[in-house]
Nanobody, 116 residues
């Protein structure tokens, strides 16, 4: 059974930093491309970034603008989203995602609140 469990969300002041974690189970972690998404209040879920299985290639959404870094530790079956210089518009629920065989898998999300 595939599971993705996010953690690390919380309250942070604008300009602050936060690191989210996502631990996966039930699949071959090191072989999977992993994604981070964000859903703001009343908004569509949008992609934040993507990292390939061995961590050698990462792409980010334009709004990241060098402020976020995705990493992974395959031995710990965990991917991380390190966010710096957070803006109020970065607030929302952050999700970890992977694709299966024609089926998307999502974690339950972790909420980030950014105060101005």
């Amino acid at each position: 059974q595939v599971q993705l469990v996010e953690s690390g969300g919380g309250y942070v002041q604008a300009g602050g930093s936060l690191t989210l974690s996502c631990t996966g189970s039930g699949f071959r972690f090191s072989s999977n491309v992993l994604y981070w998404y964000r859903q703001g209040p009343g908004k569509e879920r949008e992609r934040v970034g993507i990292m390939n299985g061995d961590g050698s290639n990462t792409k980010y959404a334009d709004f990241v603008n060098g402020r976020f870094t995705i990493s992974r530790d395959n031995a710990k079956r965990t991917t991380y989203l390190h966010m710096t210089d957070l803006h109020p518009e970065n607030a929302g629920v952050y999700y970890c995602h992977k694709n299966g065989l024609g089926f998307p898998y999502w974690g339950q999300g972790t909420q980030v609140i950014v105060s101005s």
